[in-house]
């Protein structure tokens, strides 16, 4: 029986992908092999040493402390796209929002008193300060071409918007889905200059984290908006209430909210609901507990953020070890030797490696010992042993 801890409230429909029979799944659970979460922070959580995975229903690993997932050889899956439908549909309604001015115009319609014919006379010789404009022809800067922003990126282009898009590592599957008449920008900077709206979709890692700072504000095209429904850190919020004063950005339209934004008229924050459809949460849970469950069933990787792509189908007969380890040589000749001196042969192998970590999956032909598990455990440099 696995132990799946969750943190956050996980879609019913990702929580029935795993058997009762199989999984035992549930907010207060001790010892767990695996968590599922949302945005819940684990920076300050005491990972547990049974932990073996975890399991992030959404985009942004921000929330897990990756490092301490390395240093232990544990897998943080996400759900890579699952929701980018739901972002890109509020990215619109944020650029609408602030192209009409409709949060201001709505506000000022709740003040309107009287009966019928004074609230129309009051609204006829209220409305020329909510004028707007249209998007055809205007540009649209994207940040980031992932899943996200290369659908929003589409959307505009299907709006009839310029797009100018920025993304030093900008995958091919996100290179093919792109409109090809979208513009390759050269830097954040090309972006910020060129566009009247810019939309932000990188991650939050160190070389984001305050990307769109005083500086780069100050060199903007004059009254542009700016939509950021990746991470609050990656813009300077104090910067922004700066560049809304001086008038060069017309409008901030976040999911962020924060002390240094409230109550200024030029920002819409919404309190992170990028991801908040039915749609998004289900796509999200189905997709982070297949990856989980795969994982602890089977040692086959998907979709996991510090570790490589791994499948291996399984040789019948006897035990399928896995192992991670550091990315330093000759870890396999030892990995084999404790297998060989034990009379075990390997049927079928598969090893592979991203950044500081290594995975090895092999299906031996019969039941590996106690003391070769304990064997491979002492080789300096591995992290985690499994025998499936
Ligand atoms: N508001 C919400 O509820 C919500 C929902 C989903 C995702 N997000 C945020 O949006 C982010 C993007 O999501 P996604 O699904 O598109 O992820 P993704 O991994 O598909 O795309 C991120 C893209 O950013 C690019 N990138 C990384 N560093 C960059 C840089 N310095 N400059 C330009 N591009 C850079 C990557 O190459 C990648 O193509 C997530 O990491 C998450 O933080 C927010
Ligand atoms: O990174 C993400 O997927 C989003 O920020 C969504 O977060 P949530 O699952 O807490 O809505």
């Known amino acids: 029986m696995y132990k799946i801890l969750t943190f956050n409230n996980i879609s019913t429909r990702g929580l029935e992908r795993l058997p009762r029979e199989r999984f035992e799944v549930s907010s207060e659970i001790q010892h767990p092999d695996a968590v599922l979460l949302r945005s819940a922070k684990l920076h300050d959580w005491a990972v547990p040493d049974t932990l073996k995975a975890v399991g992030r229903a959404g985009a942004g690993v921000n ?40 949060c201001p115009a709505w506000a000022f319609a709740q003040t309107l008193e ?14 020329k300060q909510f004028t707007g ?8 800067g ?6 996200i922003g290369v659908s929003v990126a589409n959307a505009a282009a299907a709006l009839g918007m310029k797009v100018v898009g ?13 409109e090809s008449g979208v513009y390759r920008a050269q830097s954040v900077d090309e972006v910020m200059t060129a566009s009247d709206i810019v939309t932000l979709h990188v991650p939050e890692v160190d070389e984001t984290r305050g990307m769109i700072n005083a500086a780069r504000l100050a060199a903007s095209r ?11 850190g990656i813009v300077d919020d104090d910067a922004i209430i700066k560049a809304l004063d001086e008038g060069r950005l017309s409008r901030y339209v976040c999911d962020f909210p924060a002390a240094a934004l409230k109550g200024h008229d030029g920002v819409v924050a919404l309190p992170h609901i990028g991801a908040s459809t039915d749609e998004a949460q289900e796509n999200c849970a189905i997709m982070a507990a297949d990856e989980v469950r795969d994982f602890l069933e089977t040692g086959n990787v998907t979709n996991a953020v510090n570790f490589p792509e791994l499948i291996l189908p399984r040789n019948a007969g006897g035990d399928r070890l896995t192992v991670v380890n550091a990315n ?6 030892q990995i084999s030797s404790a297998l ?7 049927d079928d192998m598969y090893n592979k490696s991203q950044g500081e970590l290594a995975y090895s999956v092999a299906d031996v032909d019969g039941t590996i010992p106690p003391a070769v598990i304990e064997r491979l455990q002492g080789i300096d440099g591995v992290l985690m042993v499994r025998v499936i």
């Not at 404009?133 to 649209?140: K, N």
């Not at 060989?340 to 390997?346: F, T």
């Open 63 to 102: 929330n897990i402390p990756m490092a301490a997932m390395n240093e232990r050889g544990i897998p943080v899956f996400n759900a890579p796209g699952a929701n980018a439908n739901a972002v890109k549909e509020l990215v619109l309604a944020g650029m609408f929002l602030a192209a009409r001015n409709i």
């Open 114 to 127: 009287g009966d019928d014919a004074a609230m129309n006379k009051a609204a006829e010789a209220g409305k």
């Open 133 to 140: 404009f249209e998007l055809p022809g205007r540009t649209l």
């Open 142 to 147: 994207v940040i980031g071409l992932g899943a």
């Open 166 to 178: 920025y993304d030093p590592k900008i995958t091919v599957r996100s290179a093919w889905n792109l």
């Open 222 to 232: 004059e009254g542009q908006v700016l939509l950021n429904f990746a991470r609050a």
């Open 328 to 333: 330093v040589p000759n870890m396999l000749g």
């Open 340 to 346: 060989a001196e034990a009379g075990l042969n390997i």
